[in-house]
DNA sequence: GTATGCACTTACTTTTCGTTAGTGCCACCC
DNA sequence: GGGTGGCACTAACGAAAAGTAAGTGCATAC
């Protein structure tokens, strides 16, 4: 943010005010970046500090390898989580969030309480929709 | 949540705590349901009342007919949001968000504020890593 | 010296998604 | 009064994404 953009740099799609509604906003990818598949997971799975490659697909049940570096590439590249080459013997690597990183991962770690809260309410709601269905 | 659930109809994989890292928890279906590729833009496109089908899918920038109508049907199922059909000349169908849903919608609001207040940081982001990879 | 863990990548399959078209009914326009 | 468009979907099909399995090179543990 020390450095301005060019005007000329800002394309047509590219609007000033943010709006993850438009499709082409930066802030819709970084959305779904966020909030896709494994995105919540990853993020709030780094929340108590720095983690390890195996161990955080150790932590989110059901992620494949491909997925997990997959997500943790793009997110690294938004600027949500930060890698670390630790050059001890042998080396390993740390996963950990920046500080935008962290303010994403305390809204959904809020999300994520009134999600798992609601289980209850949900399945009931699931029975309900399912018997209306076969009825 | 008047009647209670007998407990043989408890599984093996159906946790007493509810738990989203958890591949089978029923938090972790309604997490993919409020955060999968279109979950969260409908879920906050409902958040000021009453919206009819195509209005909404006017708002969201992007999605299709077919998708916005599974999204909507998972997150009924799910009691986030409820369809109404009104018995008006001719009749429309309107959707809304249950109690659940606002406070869903709560939380998502505030992580889309975060988003995009973060779009110049994140564009940074992105050209910095994308010229560490092209050298 | 065999097995396992680490942090990935690649090839292949399956699932999901997006695109297009079609449905029946009604209102609006000229 | 015949054409156009909106409404709220569903169905069929090709394209994109995700899941699965195996391979990589190095290092420690047994």
């Not at 799609?13 to 709006?19: I, K, Q, R």
């Not at 438009?22 to 995105?39: F, H, K, P």
């Not at 108590?48 to 570096?69: H, P, Q, T, Y």
């Not at 013997?89 to 303010?103: M, Q």
Request: aromatic share 4%.
């Amino acid at each position: 943010m020390t450095d301005a953009r060019p005007l000329e740099d800002f394309g047509p799609t590219d609007a000033m005010v943010a709006d993850v509604f438009q499709r082409d906003c930066t802030s819709r990818q970084l959305l779904e970046a966020v909030t896709g598949r494994w995105g919540v997971l990853t993020v709030v799975g780094l929340r108590d500090g720095a983690v390890r490659f195996n161990a955080l697909r150790r932590r989110i049940d059901g992620v494949s390898e491909k997925m997990l570096a997959q997500t943790l590439q793009t997110l690294e590249r938004d600027g949500v989580v930060v890698r670390e080459v630790r050059a001890t013997i042998p080396p390993h690597v740390e996963y950990s969030l920046t500080a935008l990183g962290r303010r994403v991962a305390d809204d959904l770690t809020r999300l994520i309480d009134v999600l798992e809260g609601a289980t209850v309410e949900v399945a009931a709601s699931q029975r309900a929709y399912d018997a209306r269905r076969d009825a």
